[in-house]
T-cell receptor, first 111, second 115 residues
């Protein structure tokens, strides 16, 4: 699986919009960009995913660069419950059905 | 909705003994089950990926002899940590999905402490 690069940590204040960056310069054409998040004492939780077009759901907006070499997970109006480790993962559509996690970004939210 | 339950939530075993952990999928068919270990330093390691009706694929540094996995049907999987030692401690996570086009749903993990 191709590698992703994320900042180790970011900090935000409640109510702000957070932009979590992810670099994946060696992404290949058939790889999706997945985002999971993990809070303490829980397993990872699916947030969103995309291939080429920006995507949005109730949790977040995923902005994908036109060359697909980077993406940004945008969390609008964060609350304390959004504090978690956010993982950006590339996942192929071929025979490989696995997720390879990196270290992720630790998002801290200040009241 | 799709849920994955893991049990026990936490366990302690003596060094050199074995520990079995279970993973139950509810609300969807767990065609594939991935077992991970998250170290105390929070690093994820994929142990193996099991797909029903296919051979279980173990990652480098993990073997069937040490981490035997059973995936007998579309709702259940178990993994045993044989002959556990200090380096085996961590949070063991089970993630399952319906097919390679679906996202994974994870359980809350089984935390293994080896003494």
């Amino acid at each position: 699986d191709a590698k992703t690069t994320q900042p180790d940590s970011m900090e935000s204040t409640e109510g702000e919009t957070v932009h979590l960056p992810c670099s994946h310069a060696t992404i290949s054409g058939n790889e999706y960009i997945y985002w999971y998040r993990q809070v303490p004492l829980q397993g990872p939780e699916y947030v969103t995913h995309g291939l080429q077009q920006n995507t949005t759901n109730s949790m977040a907006f995923l902005a994908i660069a036109s060359d697909r070499k980077s993406s940004t997970l945008i969390l609008p109006h964060v609350s304390l419950r959004d504090a978690a480790v956010y993982h950006c993962i590339l996942r192929g559509t071929g025979g490989n059905n696995k997720l390879t996690f990196g270290q992720g970004t630790v998002l801290s939210v200040i009241p | 909705g799709a849920l994955v339950y893991q049990y026990p939530r936490r366990t302690i075993c003596k060094s050199g003994t074995s520990m079995r952990m279970e993973c139950q999928a509810v609300g969807f068919q767990a065609t594939s089950v991935a077992w991970y270990r998250q170290s105390p330093q929070k690093t994820f390691e994929l142990i193996a990926l099991s797909t029903v009706n296919s051979a279980i694929k173990y990652e480098q540094n993990f073997t069937q002899e040490k981490f035997p996995i059973s995936h007998p049907n579309l709702s259940f999987s178990s993994m045993t940590v044989l002959n556990a030692y200090l380096e085996d401690r961590g949070l063991y996570l089970c993630g399952a999905n319906r097919d390679r086009n679906s996202d994974y749903t994870f359980g809350s993990g089984t935390r293994l402490l080896v003494i």
